[in-house]
Each structure stands twice: as C-alpha cells, then as structure tokens.
C-alpha cells in the first residue's frame, strides 16, 4: 500500500470520526426535546479490488418503532379530547352547583316547597305569600343560569371546532412543506432525520386535535388519514373549511343552523373523531343539547305540574306553559329552561299562590277538579296549597293516578337524545336524578383523564428510552470516537514522518 494510500484513508477515518463527533453532540443538545429520536450515523467500508480504501459517511438516520408513534397519538387523542370535555364539564359543574348545597335546581326546589309548607300553616300571611314567590323565582333564575350555562358552552365548543379547524389546517401544511423538503434530500442521498423529528413533532400536535393513522411512504412523503379512513391532504392549502355558528337552544347539526366540516366538497364532520376536536362536536352535538333537553324536560314538567293543580307559578314570559305532546315530543318546548319565569300574573298578586290562577275541569287521568278561591273568599283558604303540596310536588296527579311520565328518550329539537337514566315520578326526584347524573359523566372525564394521562406517560417514557438520547451511551461513543481520532492522527503523523524521511533520502 502506498503512503498515498494510507493518507488517504486516515483522512476518511478522521472524516468519519468528525461527523460522528458532531452528531452525538447534535443528540446530546436534543436530550431533552420532547419526542426527538436518536440520530445514527451511517458509514461503510470501502474497498478497490479487494483492497480497503477507508470509509464512506452516509447520511444519518434514525431508528423509530411506527407501531410505538402509532400508540403514542392514538394517546395523544385520547387524553386531547378527555381534557376538553373535562374543562367544559367541570365549567357547566360549577354553575349547577353541588348536589344538595342549597343553590343547585333540586335544592332550590326543596326551598320552594318549604316555603309553600310555612304558607300551608298560615294562608293569610301577606309576608309567606311573597315568600313563596321569591323562592320560585330564585328557582326559576337558577334554571335560566343553567341553560344559559349550556348554551354558552356549546357556543365556545362551537368556536373552537372553528379555530381547531384552522389548526389543523396549519399543522397539515407544516407537514406538508415538511415531507417536500425529505423528498427531496432522500432523493438526493441527504440525510433528512432532523426534518423527520422535526415532522414528528408536528404530526404529534396533530394528533392532540384530531384522531389520525400515519403511514410513512417509500419516498418519504407521509400519508395521514382520520381514525375513520378519511385521508387528510398535506399538499394542498387549507384542505378542510367550515363556517362558524351562532348556537342557540334549538340549534343543531345538521340542517339546525350548525355547518359541516367540509373537505373537498364532502361533509367530513362524521369523520373528525378523537382528539379536542372531536370532543367539541361531541359536547356540541350531544352532550350538552342532552343536557339542556333534561332541562327542559324539567322545565316543561314544573309548569305543568303546578298548572294542572291550578296554580300558573311557571311561565314563558308572556304567562303561558307550553304543552307537550309534539312531534319530536319536546319540539313545543326546546330551550324553555332558558325563557322560564315566575308568571307575571303571580308576581303582580302574590295572594295567587294561595288562591289559585286558574279552574281545573279534573279528569280520571290527571288532577282532580278545582275551582279557585273568588275575590273576597275565604281569607284562609287552604285548598290550593294542600294540592301544590300532596300532588305537584308528589308522585300522583290526585289519589291512585300517576303523574304524567317525564320523558327521558326522543328529546331534544331532533328527537334523538336520550338522557342516561329513568326519571322518577315526582319533582324533586327528577331534579336530583337529572344533575346527578351530569355530575357522574363529568366526573368519569375527570378520572378517565387521569388514567389516559398516566398511560400517555408511559407510553412516552417507553419510547424515550427506546429511541430517545441515552446521554450514557452517547458519552461512550464520545470515548470510543476520541480513541479513534486519536489512532487516526498517529497514523497520518507516521505517514507524514515517513513522507519526510523519503524526501531526506531522496533530496540527500
């Protein structure tokens, strides 16, 4: 082998050691960015007829588990969408008010009924009569706060399937650009690991909005679909659209003044599960409306409930109490929980609540026959209070007949929301029921929440330490580099002390 030789092999071996150098220090910088893998340094031996001419530094590469990335954002939706619904729920929890504390609905019922009770024992006392009064209109304004609080959510739900919208379409064009630009270098035989953690990183936040399969193709480029199969172009500017809602009690998706998530034409809205997205048009489109129909439905039973004992306390504003009985069966009342107020009949002459608003024909099937207390009747007339107190806050209409049944399944302005329990038979147990069991759905978020995250973690905490920077093993390649660099320097130093005793030989 000639010096020439040698030299030139010592300088690929110092080459090599150089590129090596510089991407352990390239990990080692990266050790504590989130879901960055190891890059790999790549080289070969070179040989001419057999002979070993050095070595060839590749492009480095890295060595990512797909099925462990996979795991990972299916994850990373999980636990995106489990925090939204969490945050809206735990917003709506505050506003009802914990369950027997005083200020949620069945509680201010309790008040109410209370009240009629103290009236019960004095019908004459212009202060109870006012009392009753005023403790129903706190019911009533508690119910309004409620579904005022339902609808405001569903609105910021709304704004944030418009917003996430935008984000998604900025992520997909991230990757997009990004998947140009590796085509490209891997066409060129460049390395293109830092653009793929850097893609990574962006299909990872994907992810968080919106359930996504990934599936790398030969030439570098990346192929994202939904978790349903929709594939999500990354070429193209803006692929999905959809316009932004005013959401109002009776509004829904579709065709109820709420639009589609649009993709080249075609409604996709279906398609958009997982992640914070898909729990928005959740919460939008089924979770909260369900609340808010069991609220109405609440709402309508209340009303009607006094009224058929002859006492209008609950109304619409304009002092009627809207029947049911339509198609879909709630469709004369959606959104009543956020109209319902004390009559303003009642409220001009308090005395009402112990005299009564209105006569009752009286059925075999409903409440009994009542006719209301006259102008200048008896000042201690009782009738109608014992009837508000023995049936509208009870489980019979009059003796031996059942009240009306309260509709859990069909609601909503679609007539396909089904409320998650059976309603009891009297007031206070449909109220109790009713917010209970909102409370239980928000607290499984909650604690599903928790789980997701700690699987999240150590689906992450697995990956690092497959993939990621193991900053022991890089200071040991370190070392072992060092060493080489070194032997590699001796032996250029040798060739250049035998170059010179050449020339000495030579020249001399």
Known sequence: MSLDSALAIANSGLTNISA?????????????????????????????EGIGMGVATGPATRDVGAAMQAGIYDQNAVVGG??????????????SGTPGQGQDVASLLGKLQDAFSTLAADPTNQTQQSSVVAAAQTLAGGINTLAN??????????????????????????????????????????????LENQRDAAVSGLSQQVGIKVLEQPNGDMLITTASGTT??????????????????GSYYPGGGIGAIMLGGVDVTQQMTGGSLGANLTLRDATLPTNQ????????????????????????????????????????????????????????????????????????????????NPAGGPQGF????????????????????????????GLGATGTLDAPYTAPADLSGIASTMLASQAQISGTATTALGTAQAVQTSLQSNASAAQGVNIDAQMSTMIALQNAYGANAKVMAGVEQMWTALMSAVTG
């Open 20 to 48: 090596q150098l510089a991407l352990v220090s390239h990990n080692v910088a990266n050790a504590s960015t989130p879901g960055y893998v190891t890059e790999i340094a790549n080289q070969q031996s070179v040989t001419a």
């Open 82 to 95: 489990l925090q939204t619904t969490k945050t809206t729920l735990s917003a709506l929890d505050t506003v």
């Open 149 to 194: 609080a339902y609808t405001a959510q569903r609105q910021t739900a709304e704004n944030a399937i418009a917003s996430g919208v935008t984000s998604i379409n900025q992520a997909l064009a991230t990757i997009g650009t990004l998947s140009d630009q590796i085509i490209r270098l891997q066409a060129a035989g460049q390395s293109t690991a830092d």
């Open 232 to 249: 999500l172009p990354i070429h193209s500017a803006d692929p999905l659209s959809v316009t932004a809602a005013n959401v109002q009690p």
């Open 293 to 372: 129909a069991e609220l109405d439905e609440f709402s309508q039973n209340l009303a009607s409930r006094f009224a058929a004992q002859g006492l209008t306390l609950f109304s619409d504003p304009s002092g009627s109490v809207p029947a049911g009985g339509g198609t879909p069966l709630q469709s004369t009342y959606v959104g009543f929980a956020a109209a319902i107020t004390v009559n303003p009949a009642v409220v001009a002459s308090p005395s009402l609540v112990r005299d009564g608003t209105n006569a009752i024909i009286g059925s075999a099937l409903g409440a009994s026959a009542f006719t209301p």
């Open 382 to 409: 009782s009738t109608l209070i014992t009837r508000v107190l023995n049936f509208t806050f009870g489980t019979e209409a009059q003796s031996g007949v059942a009240q009306p049944v309260s509709h859990t399944l």
